[in-house]
């Protein structure tokens, strides 16, 4: 353990679905981690709850191999898991709750986390049991994971109903991209450095991109996601998120509600995209056969046990955020499934210089950009231009100031769950949404589904393995710029 890394009180965390694909595959190999790095404290207690019949042991065993697989050793790994626990529960049906209820009152002193990570239409039924059965206690907290509904009536409703519970401090809504190193590296970069903040404008910033690429399909989770899609998966929550950070004016602290405050303005700043504006400013894609990373694979439709969809699984659109800072400074987002490669970053792509003295023999003259990359390798890369090494004539090239962050640091970087985790636990909320951020990103989001619902277009097709529909390039070429490619 390292100083930063401060210890934290005795804690109960309950993973409401302790048996589901991310409680597994992401929220155990977290806690164990920090288990590791001796910062669960003796006497904390991690339950798993879902429907599935399992003891103790049964379920202990059902996340050994994901445990090993995030390097643990197998002492480690047992040692770990003497911490772990099972309780089969429905969030639907009373059957079990005292039992539980009882179990959970064993340790009243104990922070208590109640981890929500099932489909959100529980969220109402566990919340509504877990207030009944008294176990919201001062020192309680309630994760809320994503989507926290489909538009914002939904949305609104399951925060009434958590809010019938949880009061909002105790209401953790959790986007794991704002735990990524990247993200909080840009709080670092913006607000440490002198150098950034005063170019950090429409007078010097061209326009950013942000881009959020995924080579996979939608593979078993066809169901839950044709209900979403593109912008409900990902843009409203993830990567407005992420357009906050970079465009938020300098908070006064990292108080949990400065930082807060400071997104909301972005949010309630953005320009509106409805029926009059949409068929210009926004793309819709849904990816057919293709190939990804070598192999051929299925497009979207026959992916579908239906086989019938206007679901889009590709969406790129033009931001603008009305006011001084970024007017006339778009922000071009795009994300999808089934792109080449596996890529999320920001890219601030700063104004030409104002008049080149160099003549054509130099080359071009490229913009500076700060690109911020979230995934794969997390780091950040400054392009420069410079002299071409060596006699002749004057060359110009565009270099970057490379630092990536594993090569800097020599370490693997933590998963963003291990440090959100400790973060509920330790009761800071600045890394996570607030209710009225959440209803001011549906309120921008809903007329853009709403106006594509009106407009009864199909998403256009894009071959899987490739950037998307190509009205996608032309939404950004049409402004005279091009989509980043490959960090550059
Ligand atoms: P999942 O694999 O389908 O797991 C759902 C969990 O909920 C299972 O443990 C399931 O176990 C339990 N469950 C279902 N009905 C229940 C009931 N009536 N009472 C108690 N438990 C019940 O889903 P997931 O992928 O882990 O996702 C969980 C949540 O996280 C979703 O909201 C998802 O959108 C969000 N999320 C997931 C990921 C990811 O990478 N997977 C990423 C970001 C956000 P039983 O069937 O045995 O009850």
Redesign the pocket.
């Given at each position: 353990m390292t100083a930063s890394q401060a210890q934290v009180e005795a804690f109960d965390l309950v993973i409401?679905?302790?048996?589901?694909?991310?409680?597994i595959?992401?929220l155990l190999p977290a806690l164990f981690h920090r288990f590791v790095d001796g910062q669960i404290p003796a006497g904390s207690r991690i339950i798993g709850?879902?429907?599935?019949s399992l003891d103790d042991d049964g379920y202990r065993s059902s996340l050994r191999t994901a445990l090993h697989e995030a390097g643990g050793t197998k002492a480690k790994v047992d040692a770990f898991l003497k911490q772990v626990g099972y309780r089969p529960?429905?969030?639907?049906k009373d059957e079990g709750w005292d039992a539980f209820a009882a179990l959970i009152g064993e340790q009243s002193e104990h922070v208590r986390v109640f981890y929500l990570?099932?489909?959100?239409e529980?969220f109402v039924d566990i919340c509504a049991r877990l207030g009944h059965h008294g176990l919201n206690h001062g020192k309680s907290r309630v994760v809320l994971?994503?989507?926290i509904g489909r538009d914002l009536a939904s949305a609104n409703q399951i925060n009434d109903a958590v809010g019938r519970v949880f009061a909002e401090s105790q209401t953790f809504r959790i986007d794991?991209y704002l735990g990524k190193e990247t993200v909080q590296n840009l709080l670092a970069l913006r607000f440490g450095n002198a150098l950034f903040e005063p170019l950090w404008n429409a007078e010097h910033i061209d326009h950013v991109q942000i881009t959020v690429a995924e080579t996979l399909g939608v593979g078993h989770?066809g169901a839950?996601y044709d209900r979403a899609g593109a912008l409900r998966d990902m843009l409203q929550n993830h990567m407005l998120q992420l357009l906050c950070m970079v465009a938020m004016e300098p908070p006064s602290s990292l108080a949990p509600d400065a930082v807060r405050d400071e997104k909301l303005k972005v949010l309630r700043s953005l320009k509106a995209i409805d029926e009059t504006n949409a068929a210009q400013v926004t793309v819709r894609g849904q990816y057919r056969a293709g190939a990804s990373e070598g192999q051929s694979v299925p497009g979207y439709l026959d992916e579908l046990a239906g086989g019938k969809s206007n679901t889009e699984t590709f969406v790129a659109l033009k931001a603008e955020i009305q006011n001084w800072r970024w007017a006339g400074v778009p922000f071009y987002l795009r994300t999808g499934k089934r792109l080449p490669s596996r890529v999320s970053e920001i890219v601030v792509v700063f104004k030409p210089v104002p008049h080149s003295i160099f003549g054509a023999s130099a080359g071009p003259l490229a913009q500076n950009r700060l690109v911020l990359r979230l995934q794969p390798d997390e780091g950040v890369k400054l392009w420069l231009t410079i002299k071409h090494p060596g006699p002749g004539g004057l060359r110009l090239r565009h270099v970057p100031l490379d630092m990536s962050f594993a090569e800097a640091f020599g370490v693997q970087q933590p998963d963003a769950y291990e440090r959100l985790l400790l973060d509920v636990v330790r009761g800071n909320p600045t890394l996570f949404m607030r209710r009225d951020e959440v209803e001011a990103a549906w309120r921008w989001a809903d007329p853009i589904l709403a106006a594509w619902s009106a407009s009864g277009e199909a998403p256009r097709p894009y071959t899987a393995g490739s950037w998307g529909p190509s009205a996608a390039v032309a939404l950004i070429e049409r402004d005279g710029r091009t989509w980043s490619e490959d960090g550059e």
């Open positions: 409401f679905g302790g048996t589901g694909d991310l409680a595959r992401k709850v879902a429907r599935e529960l429905d969030a639907r990570s099932t489909s959100p529980l994971e994503k989507p794991h989770r839950y």
